[in-house]
């Protein structure tokens, strides 16, 4: 079975900073792998997706993430935050031929003023 | 083009009582999948529906079930609501069982 570790529960980030968000899966087989993002009493907005291919994938709103197979990582960073940024990232990781998505316990990123 | 829709946002019901969440899937798209959220985690795989029929099930007991209709929208149906179904119940659906999932808002359950 796969499994999805976000090791950071909450980072606190000045606005204009760089930001990386972590995310390691642990699978047998071949994955693919998503970033969600939730904000407040909301549902989930893809962020971006590798299925494969390049491993720098880039998504919505300037962020990016790298696959790293032999790291098993797919960290998300955005080179300067907004105050619009504030919100839950959750990593998802995704087996081909299997229906169902396994998500972290999510990233909240606070953005400091 | 529609996105994915839940009804309704929000909703209270009392432990015991059964409950039926409804989602709209995104134009085009053939499969549905259901998650809980719980405050503070990440949602959990349901089960999935494609063309009707249930594609795959997550550690959910037997009282969580669903349907598919013809025109692809769905239901998820809880009984005997316990207080640990209190959460945001998330829909979402794609192209087919294994592509990209776009969700919906979420409905929001409380049981008290």
């Known amino acids: 079975a796969q499994s999805v570790t976000q090791l950071d529960s909450q980072v606190p980030v000045f606005e204009e900073a760089p930001v990386e968000l972590r995310c390691n899966y642990s699978s047998s087989v071949s994955v693919y792998l998503f970033w969600y993002v939730q904000y407040p009493n909301q549902g989930l907005q893809l962020l971006l997706k590798y299925l494969s291919g390049s491993t720098l994938v880039k998504g919505i709103n300037g962020f990016e993430a790298e696959f790293n197979k032999s790291q098993t990582s797919f960290h998300l960073r955005k080179p300067s935050v907004h105050i619009s940024d504030t919100a839950e990232y959750f990593c998802a990781v995704g087996i081909f031929g299997n229906e169902k998505l396994t998500f972290g316990t999510g990233t909240r990123l606070t953005i400091i003023p | 083009e529609t996105g994915v829709t839940q009804s309704p946002t929000h909703l209270i019901k009392t432990r015991g009582q059964q409950v039926t969440l409804r989602c709209s899937s995104q134009s085009g798209h053939n499969t549905v999948s259901w998650y809980q959220q719980a405050l503070g985690q990440g949602p959990q795989f349901i089960f999935q529906y494609y063309r009707e029929e249930e594609n795959g099930r997550g550690n959910f007991p037997p009282r969580f079930s669903g349907l598919q209709f013809p025109n692809y929208s769905s239901e998820l149906n809880v009984n005997a609501l316990e207080l640990d179904d209190s959460a945001l119940y998330l829909c979402?659906?794609?192209?087919?069982?294994?592509?990209?999932?776009?969700f919906g808002p979420g409905t929001r359950l409380t049981v008290l």
């Open positions: 979402a659906s794609s192209l087919t069982q294994a592509d990209t999932q776009y």
